[in-house]
C-alpha cells in the first residue's frame, strides 16, 4: 500500500480564513457537538450539520477544510469544560489528580463519542484547550516530585487507565440509551440470563449477587474509584522508592 508522504495538517496550525458571512465558527462547533452528542460520530457529516445550521455544506468548508478538521475543533471546545486542580506541594498531588481523573471521565461520559479521541491529545489535537490541559495535569506529576523523564510515563498511565474505563462504558450506555431504557432497567432484564449462565460458575455467580441490589452506576463509580486508587497507589510507590 503507497504511503502518504505528506504530514497532515491542523486547523490550529494553519492561517484562519476571513469570515465574510453570519455562519461562524462557534456556531459550528456547538451545532457538531449537539449532532456528536445525540447521534454520535457515524452520524456526522458536512452535508447534514449544514442543513441543521440551514447552510450550504460548502459555507462549511470556508471554517474548515475537512471533518478531520471540525473533529478538532469540537474537542478541543470539550477539553475547555476541564479545570485541572493546582497541588500546591507534594502532598497534595493525590488528591489533585483523583479529582482530575473523575473530572475527565465525567466529561467523557457527557460526551461518549470523545472516548477515542482522548489518548489522541498532544497528537492530532493540538488545540489551545486541549494543551492547557495536559500542561497543566503534567505539572500534577512534577509537583509529586517524579523526575523530568518519568512525568510523562506517570501521566500516560493515568491516562490509560482513565480512557479504557470511559470506552468501555461509554459503549456501555450507549448500548442502553439505544434500547430506551434506563440503566437499572436495563440490567433488570439482563439479570435472568447471567443468573442462568452463572450456574455452572460459582464465583461469577456470587460475585454478581452480592452487588445485585446496588444501583448499576454507583457500581460503575465504585468500579472507577476502586482502579484509580490502585492506579495511585502504584504511582505514590515509585516515588517511595
Known sequence: MPVDPKVPGSVWTRPSRPQREQLTREQIVAATIEMLDAEGVGALSMRKLGTRLDAAATSLYRHVANKDELMELVVDDIYGELEIPAAEGAADWRVAVARAAADLRAMALRHPWIAPELGQAGLTHVGPHTMRVSSELLALFEAAGFPAQEKDQAMGTLMAYVIGIVTSE?????????????????????????????????????????????????????????????????LAARLDA
Not at 450507549?174 to 430506551?180: D, F, N, P, T, V
Not at 439479570?191 to 464465583?203: I, V
Request: glycine fraction near 8%; charge should be negative; proline fraction near 5%.
Open 170 to 234: 461509554a459503549a456501555y450506555l450507549s448500548l442502553i440509551a439505544r434500547s430506551g431504557r434506563t440503566e437499572r432497567e436495563w440490567v433488570a432484564d439482563q439479570r435472568p440470563r447471567f443468573d442462568e449462565a452463572s450456574q455452572e460458575h460459582p464465583r461469577l455467580r456470587d460475585g454478581g449477587s452480592a452487588r445485585q441490589d446496588v444501583d448499576p452506576e454507583t457500581i460503575r463509580d465504585e468500579d472507577f474509584a476502586y482502579g484509580l486508587d490502585r492506579i495511585l497507589d502504584g
